[in-house]
């Protein structure tokens, strides 16, 4: 639309809307600070740290504010981090993660290099299955079942709660102050069916009271360590 009608119905001074329309800076108004990166770069960035997590190599906030450096530095970026300690700042970071909100903040789970599926895992994975679908060609996807287990501790963690201030320690009544872990077998079919679960305690003699409120069908069992052993049958 033309400048006056445009000044008028936005109620901005038309100088104003000349001045911006002079810069060429009317079509993507910014706020605050000028980023560093442009959006490509942030968005190669961002890609980064999102297979760096599904590869189980996520990065805490100190280490991305070290290649950020790095990544500026060797690019011959002009930008405004610290040459001292050779890291980015923490109000780059919380403005990098607000811009890309795709990113959060997690507490990872710790894996163990066993479990973490790798190229030559998955082959293998695939080979035995076709072998055992090759031996058994009237298995269905109803047949096939994925087992894991769990530990659950007696005693769940406190939540923060409101209490005196300056008081050096504030307790909260549980049931015990060092719980036992209870071991819980559960299982899945590729199909969506799944089997109640297992609940083993660590104890010689099963009671009633245990299965007080448990899952529909689940089964309860007992063993001196709480562990899983052959002597199941499930």
């Known amino acids: 639309m033309k ?5 008028e119905r936005f109620e901005i001074h038309e100088s104003t809307v000349r001045k911006y329309l002079k810069r060429g800076a009317a ?3 910014s706020m605050g600070r000028k980023p560093v990166f442009n959006k490509a770069q942030e ?5 980064h740290l999102l297979n760096l997590a599904k590869s189980f190599y996520g990065l805490w906030k100190s280490e991305l504010r070290k290649i950020i450096y790095e990544y500026a530095e060797r690019n011959n970026m002009k930008h405004p981090f610290c040459n001292r300690s050779k890291m980015a700042g923490y109000d780059w970071v919380n403005a990098f993660l607000m811009r890309n909100p795709e990113l959060s903040i997690r507490k990872p789970e710790a894996t163990s290099l066993n479990r973490i599926f790798n190229k030559t895992e998955v082959d293998r994975f695939f080979k035995n299955l076709e072998t055992v679908l ?7 996807a109803n047949d096939v079942y994925n087992v894991d287990e769990t530990g659950i501790s007696t005693v769940q963690k406190p939540c923060p709660i409101i209490g005196p201030k300056g008081q050096k320690q504030v307790g909260k ?11 819980v077998v559960c299982a899945m079919g590729a199909g ?11 104890r010689l003699r099963m009671t009633p009271a245990l299965e007080r409120g448990g ?3 689940s089964l309860y069992r007992c063993s001196k360590s709480g562990w ?5 049958v499930y």
């Open 215 to 217: 899952p529909p069908g």
């Open 228 to 232: 899983i052993n052959g002597g199941f």
């Open 27 to 29: 079509a993507e108004p």
């Open 173 to 183: 009544a549980t049931s015990w102050e060092r719980g036992r872990n209870i071991t």
């Open 43 to 47: 968005k190669e960035i961002s890609d």
């Open 192 to 202: 969506g069916k799944y089997i109640p679960p297992m609940f083993i305690y660590p």
């Open 3 to 7: 400048i006056l009608k445009a000044a």
């Open 134 to 140: 090759e031996k058994y060609p009237t298995l269905t």
